[in-house]
């Protein structure tokens, strides 16, 4: 076991074991069953956990878990998303099968699950949807997890083209607009990882890797990066890339951007990063490495005062920064990113760790409508609580590949 920090490697340690305690004693305060914020991540905690230290406890609150999360799937209710439907149980109990942690006896009804998936896919489809979590990326990332099994194309290959078929152009270049986020035009080219351009090319360079609609896909990667990196701000800027830009005005042929506030997974200059990466991978494009590495470089820079993180979990808190540094450092060995994992892990324990004050010693912080005022709340989730937290800390000490981030496409 490495040190990495001015911290011990058993005060994670104790952390993680108090984040798996929290969880466990409070299961039943876990009402959702989804991916991102319910039962389904918390599943993925545990199961990593299991593979980390085999033969304890871990295994068993996992196969609780899986069974609760298979009895929920029967709630004619549930959505078909990746966020918080049947697409990200799925992908939980698919997962665990790939990395050997179950077998075929505790698996599901595939062939319906993928049809009710299939049908969800034409729905989103339908609305313009191809949200990287919320809509037709998502449940691509749950079809490529069930491709490592199953060799299947089909659903990918409609997937992609349905994507092609929400493009519109603009300056020359294919791109798709979103209305995601509240700071956004009515419509706009948003570039974020988890609503934006950034996460829609990432599974576009994913599905590539593995053989499928190679011309079309190059084709979009190529056309949408010309249009995302012509938006590179000067250098005089802290951050390089907008959080969003809206189609030219027809009178004046001007975009009007919205600057970058935040430092972190959700937005921000690591999501084009991690985007230039996959593309270099999938497409063999060395310039789009160079980029995405030198983009990286320049944010180990920002300061913890201007990232706008004022919490830790992974969404857009300081741990997301830890495991994107952490997962750089992995894919480049520079020494730049994990001295820039080590900082951000540091600032997590200065600014939030709280023991005894939150269960796991972590909140989530939320704007408070009726009191006008943000607050600090508990949450169990992968992507706004502790389970992320946890999951991160655990491959940050072991260095375990940690497969389970693919659903946030930082699996660089």
Same mark, same amino acid.
């Given at each position: 076991?490495?040190?990495?920090?001015?911290?011990? +490697?058993?005060?994670?340690?104790?952390?993680?074991?108090?984040?798996?305690?929290?969880?466990?004693?409070?299961?039943?305060?876990?009402?959702?069953?989804?991916?991102?914020?319910?039962?389904?991540?918390?599943?993925?905690?545990?199961?990593?956990?299991?593979?980390?230290?085999?033969?304890?406890?871990?295994?068993?609150?996992?196969?609780?878990?899986?069974?609760?999360?298979?009895?929920?799937?029967?709630?004619?209710?549930?959505?078909?998303?990746?966020?918080?439907?049947?697409?990200?149980?799925?992908?939980?109990?698919?997962?665990?099968?790939?990395?050997?942690?179950?077998?075929?006896?505790?698996?599901?009804?595939?062939? +319906?699950?993928?049809?009710?998936?299939?049908?969800?896919?034409?729905?989103?489809?339908?609305?313009?949807?191809?949200?990287?979590?919320?809509?037709?990326?998502?449940?691509?990332?749950?079809?490529?997890?069930?491709?490592?099994?199953?060799?299947?194309?089909?659903?990918?290959?409609?997937?992609?083209?349905?994507?092609?078929?929400?493009?519109?152009?603009?300056?020359?270049?294919?791109?798709?607009?979103?209305?995601?986020?509240?700071?956004?035009?009515?419509?706009?080219?948003?570039?974020?990882?988890?609503?934006?351009?950034?996460?829609?090319?990432?599974?576009?360079?994913?599905?590539?890797?593995?053989?499928?609609?190679?011309?079309?896909?190059?084709?979009?990667?190529?056309?949408?990066?010309?249009?995302?990196?012509?938006?590179?701000?000067?250098?005089?800027?802290?951050?390089?890339?907008?959080?969003?830009?809206?189609?030219?005005?027809?009178?004046?042929?001007?975009?009007?951007?919205?600057?970058?506030?935040?430092?972190?997974?959700?937005?921000?200059?690591?999501?084009?990063?991690?985007?230039?990466?996959?593309?270099?991978?999938?497409?063999?494009?060395?310039?789009?490495?160079?980029?995405?590495?030198?983009?990286?470089?320049?944010?180990?820079?920002?300061?913890?005062?201007?990232?706008?993180?004022?919490?830790?979990?992974?969404?857009?808190?300081?741990?997301?920064?830890?495991?994107?540094?952490?997962?750089?450092?992995?894919?480049?060995?520079?020494?730049?990113?994990?001295?820039?994992?080590?900082?951000?892990?540091?600032?997590?324990?200065?600014?939030?760790?709280?023991?005894?004050?939150?269960?796991?010693?972590?909140?989530?912080?939320?704007? +408070?409508?009726?009191?006008?005022?943000?607050?600090?709340?508990?949450?169990?989730?992968?992507?706004?609580?502790?389970?992320?937290?946890?999951?991160?800390?655990?491959?940050?000490?072991? +260095?375990?590949?940690?497969?389970?981030?693919?659903?946030?496409?930082?699996?660089?």
């Amino acid at each position: 076991m490495s040190r990495r920090s001015a911290l011990p +490697d058993y005060s994670l340690h104790q952390q993680i074991d108090s984040i798996a305690g929290a969880l466990y004693h409070n299961m039943g305060r876990i009402r959702t069953s989804g991916l991102l914020n319910g039962r389904a991540g918390v599943t993925l905690l545990f199961a990593y956990l299991a593979k980390t230290f085999p033969g304890g406890e871990y295994e068993e609150i996992m196969h609780r878990c899986l069974n609760d999360l298979r009895e929920s799937l029967r709630r004619k209710t549930m959505t078909h998303t990746l966020s918080t439907g049947k697409a990200g149980i799925g992908f939980v109990f698919q997962h665990l099968r790939n990395i050997g942690l179950i077998d075929a006896v505790e698996g599901l009804d595939w062939n +319906d699950l993928d049809r009710v998936i299939s049908i969800g896919a034409d729905r989103d489809h339908a609305n313009g949807n191809w949200d990287p979590q919320h809509g037709l990326v998502g449940l691509g990332i749950y079809f490529l997890e069930r491709h490592k099994e199953t060799g299947e194309k089909r659903h990918l290959e409609k997937i992609v083209d349905y994507i092609e078929s929400l493009a519109v152009v603009e300056n020359n270049c294919h791109v798709w607009t979103s209305r995601r986020s509240e700071q956004e035009e009515p419509t706009a080219f948003n570039f974020g990882m988890a609503h934006g351009m950034p996460g829609l090319l990432s599974f576009l360079a994913r599905v590539y890797e593995v053989g499928i609609r190679r011309p079309t896909i190059a084709s979009l990667i190529s056309s949408c990066l010309d249009f995302l990196l012509a938006q590179r701000a000067s250098r005089d800027r802290l951050y390089s890339f907008p959080v969003s830009v809206s189609p030219a005005d027809p009178e004046t042929g001007k975009n009007k951007m919205q600057l970058s506030w935040r430092h972190g997974w959700c937005y921000g200059d690591l999501g084009m990063a991690n985007t230039l990466l996959h593309c270099s991978r999938a497409l063999g494009h060395s310039e789009w490495r160079h980029k995405g590495i030198a983009i990286a470089q320049r944010t180990t820079a920002i300061p913890f005062e201007y990232a706008g993180c004022e919490d830790a979990p992974f969404c857009h808190g300081t741990v997301g920064l830890v495991h994107q540094y952490h997962r750089l450092y992995q894919a480049t060995r520079n020494p730049k990113f994990k001295d820039a994992a080590a900082h951000w892990l540091k600032m997590t324990m200065e600014h939030y760790y709280q023991p005894g004050k939150f269960p796991g010693g972590y909140a989530y912080r939320i704007f +408070d409508e009726d009191e006008n005022r943000f607050t600090s709340n508990t949450s169990f989730g992968l992507m706004e609580g502790i389970t992320g937290i946890a999951l991160v800390f655990l491959y940050y000490l072991h +260095d375990a590949e940690p497969g389970w981030d693919s659903i946030f496409q930082t699996n660089i």
